[in-house]
């Protein structure tokens, strides 16, 4: 139901029951786009679009004001912590200060699920408004029929919402990409059906890191999970789209790991670990997923080095804080079969000096099934056992 702000803005309109805003101009373009791109998604449009600009100033406040609600000094200090013992980040780096950085020199439009609400920066050129629109206006549409603030929740982990996230922009991503194509050939496309899309898309999307210095500078985990989700994510939808029908990747067709967007839908669903912590306290536990097990790998052993965790079925990390004050992380990771495992264990196992700290590995078994243990620092009497397992 429409709050009373929202009817007084909608019974303002000039003329389109589409879209609510109070730019003439915007508001055009956007009711031109809307059925267009509702259709390409392969969803319903249930309702008008609120669509507004703002100042860079806005999107400061707006950023300041998420990364304050959705992750505090302490959490960023954790998860700083537990990657610099992985040897991915650097042990003094201001998370929140990056990220906020980052944000400000790539945003120049985005949806907000808060406020149902598609906010483009008043200092974007007029050319590029259009392009901009037409990816963010998928948003808008999906945020009627899908809970997008939900599906993204970190406390489903991250490597779930990481996945969920691919869906959600790799969707936009590939109806903003064949709209383009259309506009600059002038005859209907399907990207679905364009064989070697994935290669191309990479080689197009991965030109980004260099065209914005922040992204450039940050470490490669931060870059590349930034990054994947549009790429792969796309990847993905083409992947899911190239039988013939526009499924919307949401309900059954949500992936639940970044092995399936890199793998494909056809991937089985990770193996959930539960873990449980005795001699200290638990200060996070997360999963890293695919995704950032093969940046690891290749952060340490070079290029190509993330296929060895190709085998992955499912893992959790605790990062846990002993009675002295010192922080150790310990991973458990569950492999497909032996082969996959001894692969892993051999790669990490000659880059333990890259670890934050003084590190081990070792095989173990999770319900009969092949594992392995990573321990970066001194446990001093801390144990960190699986306790239970099972399909999420």
């Known amino acids: 139901m429409l709050s009373g702000v929202f009817a007084a803005a909608c019974g303002a309109q000039e003329g389109s029951d589409l879209v609510v805003s109070s730019d003439s101009a915007l508001s055009a373009i956007v009711a031109e786009l809307l059925p267009d791109l509702a259709r390409r998604s392969g969803m319903e449009l249930r309702e008008p679009v609120r669509v507004e600009k703002r100042s860079r100033e806005d999107l400061v406040r ?14 960023a200090r954790a998860i700083v912590d537990a990657y610099a013992l992985l040897g991915l980040v650097p042990g003094d780096l201001d998370l929140r200060e990056v990220l906020m950085s980052l944000y400000t020199e790539q945003v120049s439009g985005f949806y907000e ?28 549409v999906q945020d009627q029929s899908e809970d997008l603030v939900a599906l993204t929740d970190p406390d489903r982990g991250s490597d779930r919402a990481t996945a969920a996230q ?50 450039a500078s940050a470490p490669r985990i ?26 919307v ?3 059954d067709d949500l992936p639940t790991s970044t092995e399936q967007i890199l793998v494909g839908p056809s991937a089985d669903p990770p193996v959930e670990l539960v873990l449980e912590i005795r001699g200290g306290e638990s200060v996070r ?80 078994e999770i319900d009969g099934r092949p594992a392995s243990i990573l321990t970066v620092g001194e446990t001093d009497g801390i144990t960190v056992r699986v306790s239970s397992t099972e399909r999420r």
């Open 222 to 247: 931060v870059q590349e999970t930034l990054i994947f989700p549009y790429l792969e994510g796309a990847v993905f939808l083409q992947q899911l789209w190239s039988g013939g029908d526009r499924v």
């Open 285 to 364: 536990e997360d999963v890293l997923g695919r995704l950032e097990l093969g940046v690891l790998l290749e952060e340490h052993a070079g290029a190509g080095a993330g296929s060895v965790a190709d085998g992955w079925e499912g893992d959790r990390y605790a990062l846990v804080e002993g009675s002295d004050g010192q922080r150790v992380l310990v991973s458990h990771v569950l492999w497909e079969d032996e082969a996959a495992r001894d692969r892993f264990l051999n790669v990490i196992g000659a880059n333990l000096g890259a670890l934050g700290a003084e590190a081990r590995v070792e095989p173990s």
């Open 113 to 140: 699920p808060d406020s149902t609400a598609l906010f483009v920066m008043n200092d974007q050129p007029e050319a590029d408004v259009r392009g901009l629109l037409v990816h963010e206006l998928v948003h808008a």
């Open 249 to 251: 990747p949401f309900g």
């Open 166 to 215: 691919a869906a959600i922009e790799g969707h936009a991503t590939l109806v903003m990409f064949e709209y383009m194509a259309e506009e600059q050939m002038g005859s209907a496309v399907d990207l679905s059906q364009i064989p070697g899309f994935g290669p191309m898309l990479r080689e197009n999307l991965q030109g980004i890191r260099t065209q914005f210095p922040v992204l």
């Open 62 to 75: 707006y950023l300041e004001r998420k990364l304050d609600e959705e992750l505090s000094e302490d959490e």
